[in-house]
């Protein structure tokens, strides 16, 4: 089987290949998809019943992200895997922004389906600039997402590989892009599809019966030739242990923080708008919609969210605190990053969950009040130093 040639520091993956639950690559076995049909124009029970589902689209959509990332005991293995997803033709969807880098040699041709402020889809920008990898942009409208209509998990990030037979291998959740892709990058004989088979996507049912699926592995880098020597098993595991702080405790702290009032949420929906263009993008009464609704919407939702991760009221505490645990473990390194000289995986996933509140003033109040700001513009230079241009 292709996974014994693969080492991964840590158990799961000898434990589940044991199972027999990670995939074999699977060409020739791909679900087939007709692509999106092209955009209409809405009818006004279309307008009004998107209007209705605004507020619930938004909600649900980082309700959604906060509770999937949510480390709840696993009550019953389905054991159920998911077959990497293809499509056969890229779907009709607009390109929103094409960054380019010429000095990018990895040979892949991306397209990153994203909301611009979207924690999990900044933490995969700060990696890919960083790895100074050209790539496309699809700016999803997150009322209809009618561009992510061909997923079957509907959330972004997601994204679109295009493989040597000239099908598109789509790659789902933002750890699990960031680990797929840093492996293929650290050896580029390694093929993306086989790659990514080693990040299954396994079902089990929660503890109210509810059915959930999560990404094995999915902070695991895989080698092919066993771990370089440059890298320390400890190293590896401390990357690995920031990275999931990052998921599983950081992004919670955000909504919490950024509509904290409704004046705060309102100036966080203008200043998503402004970032992802939403005015160019979008019609002026959709715009308005997102952000008024979007802003209402969040502010109640963020209230339960904040329950739900059983937060104070002092809830910049609670960022303060995260961030000073951060700033102490880099400080401890005594070196400029996690990484050393350079950011690792883990640097750039708590940049990437920080910079998806950088215009809000929840931000501005983390730089007055901890130690952040010398090591986030430390990483952000080094993001800025790699990264292709906008084309
Ligand atoms: N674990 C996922 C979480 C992704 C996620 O929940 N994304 C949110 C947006 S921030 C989403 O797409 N929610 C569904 C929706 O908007 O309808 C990851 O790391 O990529």
Redesign the pocket.
């Known amino acids: 089987m292709a996974s014994n040639r693969f080492t991964v520091l840590g158990r799961n993956l000898i434990r589940y290949s044991s199972q027999g639950v990670l995939p074999r690559p699977i060409f020739g076995n791909f679900s087939r998809f007709s692509s999106t049909s092209a955009k209409k124009s809405p009818g006004t029970l279309k307008l009004t019943l998107k209007g209705l589902g605004l507020g619930l689209?938004l909600g649900?959509?980082?309700a959604?992200?906060t509770f999937?990332?949510e480390s709840k005991p696993k009550a019953h293995l389905v054991n159920e895997k998911e077959e990497l997803f293809f499509l056969d033709t890229f779907p009709n969807v607009k390109i929103t922004r094409k960054i380019v880098n010429p000095a990018d040699k990895s040979g892949l041709k991306i397209t990153l389906f994203q909301?611009q402020t979207?924690?999990?889809?900044c933490k995969v920008r700060a990696f890919m600039d960083h790895s100074g990898l050209s790539y496309d942009i699809v700016e999803v409208d997150?009322v209809l997402?009618q561009d992510i209509k061909w997923s079957p998990t509907?959330?972004?990030?997601t994204m679109l590989i295009k493989t040597p037979d000239g099908k598109y291998l789509q790659l789902?959740?933002?750890?699990m892009i960031i680990s797929a892709l840093a492996s293929f990058l650290r050896d580029k004989e390694q093929n993306i599809t086989e790659l990514a088979s080693f990040y299954p996507s396994i079902s089990y049912h929660d503890e109210k019966g509810k059915k959930k699926s999560d990404i094995m592995n999915k902070y695991f880098l895989m080698f092919k030739d066993g771990t370089p020597r440059s890298i320390s098993k400890e190293e590896l595991e401390e990357e690995r242990k920031w990275r999931t702080w990052a998921?599983n405790h950081l992004v919670h702290l955000i909504s919490p923080n950024v509509y904290r009032t409704k004046e705060e949420a309102l100036e966080t929906f203008e200043w998503f708008s402004d970032v992802g263009e939403w005015s160019e993008h979008f019609p002026a009464w959709e715009r308005n919609l997102m952000v008024y609704v979007g802003a209402a919407a969040m502010w109640a939702i963020s209230k339960r969210l904040k329950k739900r991760h059983e937060l104070s009221d002092d809830v910049r505490g609670h960022i303060y605190d995260a961030l000073d645990r951060w700033v102490g473990a880099v400080e401890k390194k005594k070196t400029p990053f996690l990484g050393g000289k350079k950011p690792n995986l883990a640097d750039l996933a708590v940049f990437g969950v920080l910079s998806s509140m950088e215009g809000c003033r929840a931000f501005t109040d983390c730089l007055d009040n901890t130690q952040i700001a010398g090591w986030f513009y430390a990483v952000k230079e080094q993001i800025m130093r790699n990264r292709g241009t906008v084309a």
């Open positions: 689209v649900t959509g980082y959604g992200y999937v990332t909301y979207c924690p999990f889809c997150a997402r509907k959330k972004v990030p789902t959740d933002s750890s998921d």
